[in-house]
């Protein structure tokens, strides 16, 4: 078979090869290598080269013309300087000529323009405040806003204020329809060049002519805008009554969708409310996310007492704060002033504004007439009250003998944020350590055998003391004290929820391993502050107590109504049974049972604090123990970690660690037994078999011999009684 033929074979160049167009011989090499190359890519090399002629041009005439008076860099975009300008050349303003009418529209209507948004200062403030890290979701950012200029001379006195304090960076943004210049403003209200704020001007353009709606879609977008720049932690503005309505519906809705707090500060803030401005924007964050409940335990024949304690909750003042829940448990017979009381109480009070109204009262009758023990009047006082938000909503504890100051959620909404959600002083191990706060400073020990006087001026006690400075303070200053109140006093509802875990295992000892010992709590008081006192030793915690220099009280006992827990009082059966704590009734109240009643806080309270209402840290506190003696942080944590292993040893059966480690809201660790068990029968344990002896403690020796004295006498008391 033949081979084919050439495919080519007619055309001789595609048969040609490069080497036929090689340069004759003499032609230079260099010009040959310039052509070589621009016969490759001649277009390319074009375009480079006028790229690269054009990028020279610009950087040449950037450099010539370059501003120089733009001034300090400090002050180029500072908002917080007044008649501030950028580049050199002022801001611009918002229009005043008055937009065009529509069509077919009065000439007489004066709010008319709905036509586009525009911010004619917004962006230059918001692009100015990049340092205070406002891209962060967590920030120290605050913001008040106002639409109303007598609104914004409320607020600019407190922003001032607290920016004074330096725990927050604070924010100031105007919304209104006023074309008043925003320095004007500053000038009226007396803000000096000290006051340290950031100002923000977000009005729309012809604002005093804008509709209702447009002013709304402005508040809408200009929030949303500081809100995409800033992060506001918190929103502060005046109360509703006193605002643009269009206002309140934008920043409302604005609160609930980017989760934040939008404190309505009521009209008298600047005579009242002026520790909002020492709280910092962890505890303002927290605002409206923390909850009260109140709970009363209603004795029989107590009328008189709980109608005036129900009466000092109304009347209190609660500065525009959601109002407490109220739980009131009732004895099985009803006296008729109490129950016609009831029936025409309405709490939270009606809004005037016509909202609809949610009950806030829950009322919890008791059926059974049978005498109850204290482990079952412990167990239904406690199990009255239980979170599933601990870490936000927390219990407020009050007997029907008090009597509460008209501030006393003042001051009780103060501490609260600052010591349990503040960024500075909420996290830490002695913040961890509280358990609440009260609102009653007694006057009598824990036992009631001797008075009890609050710190004074002491000095620092121990090399490991962790304050030198507020020991020595002649100012009387509230104190930390291992003590439980049952008279007025809030407990977190995190350590509420570890004292129900504590008190189901510690009533479940009792049954299985019954015993007694001597109470160190005076009857006066219920039975479950013996056992909370019991956790309380074994984790260390404190409750915070008041320790006011007027002669003014938070919270007032009375005396003339004085009733013994129900507990307390000897059943009318001959049953024996074996109590948890021996006592010796008492069922007429000695003189040492009586407490002072000073008048009721009606000042302010930053006119009473100490440190002009700035709140001490807690690790500058002064320390008792339960006997009333001071102690370091280092000698209570010993303290607390020896009476742990004891407690779990004698008290919760652990022969050696049950590999259990301390966790929030829960104290199984202090127990060694499985719910399910079955225990064996063991020999009961009275005072006489093995007495109790109080842990040691540093005290005086006249001061523990009374003690011990008092402690025989109970003794004597109960042999007396069998």
């Not at 006195?157 to 725990?167: D, K």
Request: with cysteine; aromatic share 10%.
């Amino acid at each position: 078979m033949p081979l084919p033929g050439r495919i080519f074979a007619g055309d001789e160049e595609l048969g040609k090869k490069n080497d036929d167009h090689r340069p004759a011989e003499g032609t230079s090499s260099i010009l040959a290598w310039f052509r070589t190359k621009w016969s490759v890519a001649p277009r390319v090399r074009k375009r480079r080269l006028a790229i690269g002629l054009l990028i020279g041009l610009v950087v040449y005439y950037f450099f010539k013309n370059i501003p120089t008076n733009l001034g300090p860099i400090t002050q180029r975009i500072d908002t917080r300087v007044p008649g501030q300008t950028f580049g050199g050349f002022p801001l611009p303003q918002i229009p005043t000529r008055k937009p065009p009418h529509p069509d077919g529209e009065s000439e007489s209507e004066k709010r008319y323009y709905d036509g586009p948004i525009n911010y004619y200062s917004l962006g230059g403030s918001l692009h100015g405040i990049a340092k205070t890290m406002g891209y962060r979701e967590r920030n120290k950012n605050v913001l008040f806003a106002a639409a109303s200029l007598q609104s914004a001379s409320r607020l600019i006195p407190m922003a001032c204020e607290m920016s004074r304090w330096n725990r927050n960076t604070v924010h100031f943004a105007f919304m209104g329809r006023d074309d008043l210049p925003l320095k004007d403003i500053q000038i009226l209200n007396g803000v000096s060049q000290d006051c340290g704020i950031y100002w923000h001007d977000a009005r729309p353009d012809y604002g005093p002519y804008s509709t209702d709606f447009r002013m709304g879609a402005s508040v809408t977008s200009a929030l949303q805008h500081i809100h995409n720049f800033m992060h506001p932690q918190a929103y502060i503005i005046d109360q509703a009554s006193n605002e643009e309505v269009f206002f309140m519906n934008a920043i409302r809705s604005k609160g609930y969708e980017t989760q934040r707090s939008i404190i309505e500060l009521p009209t008298d803030a600047l005579h009242r409310m002026m520790w909002i401005t020492r709280l910092d924007y962890g505890a303002l964050r927290a605002w409206h996310n923390t909850y009260v409940d109140v709970l009363i335990h209603a004795l029989p024949g107590s009328s008189g007492s709980l109608i005036r304690l129900l009466k000092s909750i109304e009347e209190a003042d609660y500065f525009g704060c959601r109002r407490p829940h109220l739980t009131i448990e009732l004895p099985t017979d009803i006296d008729p002033p109490t129950w016609s009381f009831l029936q025409n109480l309405v709490w939270p009070p009606l809004d005037p504004s016509g909202a609809p109204h949610v009950s806030q009262v829950t009322l919890r009758h008791r059926i059974s007439r049978d005498h109850i023990g204290p482990e079952e009047a412990s167990a239904r006082f406690v199990e009255s009250f239980y979170s599933a938000r601990p870490q936000q909503s927390h219990v407020l504890v009050l007997s029907p003998k008090v009597q509460l100051s008209p501030l006393y959620y003042h001051y009780l909404f103060y501490n609260l944020l600052e010591y349990k959600y503040a960024a500075y002083g909420g996290q830490t191990d002695e913040a961890e350590n509280l358990m609440g706060i009260s609102l009653d400073l007694p006057s009598q020990s824990l036992d009631n055998a001797r008075p009890f006087f609050p710190p004074g001026i002491k000095a620092k006690d121990d090399a490991h003391a962790t304050s030198d400075i507020l020991w020595t303070t002649p100012s009387p200053l509230p104190f930390l004290w291992q003590a439980p109140n049952s008279n007025a006093a809030l407990y977190f509802g995190d350590k509420w929820a570890e004292f129900h875990s504590f008190l189901t295992n510690r009533l479940l000892v009792q049954q299985r391993y019954p015993s007694s010992r001597p109470r160190i709590i005076h009857p006066e008081n219920p039975s479950w502050t013996e056992y909370l006192l019991e956790l309380m030793r074994t984790r260390g915690y404190t409750l915070l107590y008041p320790n006011l220099p007027s002669s003014e009280s938070l919270a007032v006992v009375h005396n003339e109504l004085y009733q013994l827990p129900e507990e307390t009082t000897p059943p009318a059966s001959s049953e024996q049974s074996v109590e948890p704590f021996t006592v010796n009734p008492l069922l007429t109240p000695p003189r040492h049972l009586y407490h002072s009643e000073n008048p009721l806080l009606t000042t302010p309270i930053l006119s009473i604090l100490p440190f002009d209402g700035d709140l001490p840290a807690l690790t500058t506190l002064p320390l008792l123990s339960y006997f009333g003696e001071p102690l370091t942080r280092w000698s209570a944590r010993k303290e607390a970690s020896r009476y742990a292993n004891d407690f779990r040893s004698q008290t919760g059966h652990c022969k050696s660690w049950n590999g259990k480690t301390e966790s929030p809201v829960n104290a199984d660790d202090l127990f060694c037994f499985d719910l399910d068990d079955d225990f064996p029968a063991v020999e009961k344990m009275t005072v006489a078999d093995e007495p109790w002896q109080p842990p040691p403690v540093a005290e005086k020796a006249e001061t523990k011999q009374e003690f011990l004295a008092h402690l025989a006498r109970q003794a004597r008391g109960l042999e007396g009684l069998r």
